[in-house]
């Protein structure tokens, strides 16, 4: 950044500060709201474990409580330096920009392996969804063949087009949500206002619960590694946000009622999958169906989202120089080629791990992520409070650190009740990063591999800040 207080970073109007590829669509606002509701949600599929740790009261109230702790500070924050920086290394820049480059590569490097580690699930979801219907698919070599040409197909709809991903997710997230609000008017005559206050403090698995809303609504920042290819990011990324926030919100919330005020509680019930057993018993079989072939979508539009936003995020980070040019390598489509195969490759190779060790993984190594995002926008504030800001969340300094301590103490939280196990695994990939970083510039060093910056780019950490009017067009 430069030295200056009145600099200014960006003076976006409708393009962003990404490099611009000509013949490639721009991401509308409809696309963009579903994206980032696949980034973080993908419809109320996972949330039944909240039910199972801590009973009916405390799953309504922590998908109520836990967006004003934990989303809404993350996605005001997202708004505020996704449109500061509206280019496709998204958070990684953010934290370059304000620790170094050594940082923002730590910060790409558990994002992304996070990412991949949540995506590794998805396929695996899918077919567990199906294999009620096709037995086949519940073990053996027919579902690791199937697995693996699921992944095949969702990746080379990525390499086809943003576009075409985020139109999907719009079509997708409407077949996914649907049945849950025929549910909900199925389950009218049956409703007992009574059992949503059911709870017993004695018998709630805190690491359960915690792990399971943080799982259900973190993520919100992801979007920011598409901010180059959004269409006047400026306006469209904070609205896109907010009415994904609702969304997502009530996308959770709404099943969650008619679920547990429609039916008997039985905790031990309450596990993945069991919104199809509920449809069977509200609406019938074909309610059932609907909802197991829209929990199958979901985990199709989630893949798809997510790998999107990982390897958008490798070819934001070979624009600043910190990988390999060949990472910005976009395909004919303005895809990110080689982001795509690198993605699709760790999923592949991370789907052999359980469920609960992806969730607890992917939570432990995003929290690490999570606490240099807040040291980062504090730190721009404090530091560079005349920067232009598109969006600017209205509160002051002072404020922006009140914002960011209920979720930072939140992480501490989460961190504490991660097992021995998880611990020890996200710790080592948090030093892999430590020293691949040093390796990618000793290999730059010795011209062993090119690495090069978009011309672009405005300059982070140049003496003389260069404003979006100065850069080629």
């Known amino acids: 950044m430069g030295q200056s207080d009145a600099i200014e970073y960006v003076n976006i109007n409708d393009q962003p500060s990404s490099p611009r590829v000509h013949g490639t669509r721009k991401v509308s606002i409809l696309p963009l709201i579903f994206l980032i509701f696949y980034e973080v949600s993908g419809g109320p599929f996972g949330v039944e474990d909240s039910v199972k740790a801590a009973g009916p009261l405390l799953a309504l109230l922590g998908f109520l409580v836990f967006p004003i702790i934990w989303s809404v500070p993350e996605a005001l924050i997202t708004a505020e330096m996704g449109t500061m920086f509206p280019e496709n290394g998204g958070y990684v820049v953010w934290v370059s920009s304000a620790l170094g480059p050594y940082w923002g590569?730590?910060?790409?490097?558990?994002?992304?392996?996070?990412?991949?580690?949540?995506?590794?699930?998805?396929?695996?979801?899918?077919?567990?969804?199906?294999?009620?219907?096709?037995?086949?698919?519940?073990?053996?070599?027919?579902?690791?063949?199937?697995?693996?040409?699921?992944t095949f197909v969702l990746t080379f709809m990525n390499y086809r087009g943003l576009t075409i991903v985020g139109w999907a997710a719009v079509l997708l997230g409407i077949f996914s949500l649907l049945p849950f609000v025929v549910m909900g008017l199925v389950s009218l005559p049956k409703l007992e206002p009574s059992r949503w206050l059911v709870v017993n403090l004695g018998e709630v698995d805190w690491n359960l619960y915690l792990n399971t809303l943080f799982w259900n609504l973190n993520y919100w920042d992801s979007i920011s590694t598409l901010a180059g290819e959004v269409d006047n990011p400026k306006k469209t990324l904070p609205k896109a946000l907010f009415y994904a926030l609702i969304l997502v919100i009530f996308g959770y919330f709404f099943p969650l009622l008619v679920g547990t005020g429609a039916i008997p509680l039985d905790r031990d019930l309450w596990t993945d999958g069991y919104f199809s057993d509920i449809a069977k018993v509200l609406g019938g079989v074909w309610l059932r169906w609907w909802i197991q072939g829209a929990a199958a979508m979901s985990n199709m539009g989630m893949f798809v989202a997510e790998m999107s936003s990982d390897s958008f995020q490798l070819l934001g980070m070979a624009e600043r120089g910190m990988l390999p040019e060949f990472f910005a390598k976009r395909s004919r489509y303005g895809t990110p080629l080689i982001g795509i195969i690198f993605s699709a490759s760790g999923v592949v190779?991370?789907?052999?791990?359980?469920?609960?060790?992806?969730?607890?993984?992917?939570?432990?190594?995003?929290?690490?992520?999570?606490?240099?995002?807040?040291?980062?926008?504090v730190w721009l504030r404090i530091q560079y409070p005349a920067a232009s800001r598109p969006y600017k969340i209205p509160t002051g300094t002072v404020g922006a650190i009140i914002m960011c301590i209920p979720p930072?103490?939140?992480?501490?939280?989460?961190?504490?009740?991660?097992?021995?196990?998880?611990a020890a695994l996200s710790v080592g990939a948090v030093v892999i990063g430590l020293v691949m970083q040093p390796c990618l510039k000793y290999a730059e060093k010795k011209r062993l591999m090119k690495f090069s910056t978009s011309a672009e780019l405005p300059d982070l950490h140049g003496p003389e800040q260069e404003s979006v009017d100065s850069l080629p067009e």
């Open 105 to 150: 590569f730590q910060q790409g490097w558990m994002k992304w392996l996070s990412g991949v580690i949540d995506n590794a699930l998805y396929p695996v979801l899918f077919l567990d969804y199906l294999k009620s219907g096709i037995p086949a698919l519940g073990n053996g070599l027919p579902r690791a063949f199937a697995a693996l040409a699921l």
């Open 408 to 422: 930072t103490i939140l992480i501490c939280v989460v961190l504490a009740l991660s097992t021995l196990k998880v």
């Open 349 to 377: 190779l991370l789907s052999w791990l359980s469920f609960q060790d992806i969730v607890a993984a992917e939570n432990f190594l995003y929290c690490f992520g999570m606490i240099m995002e807040f040291i980062a926008f």
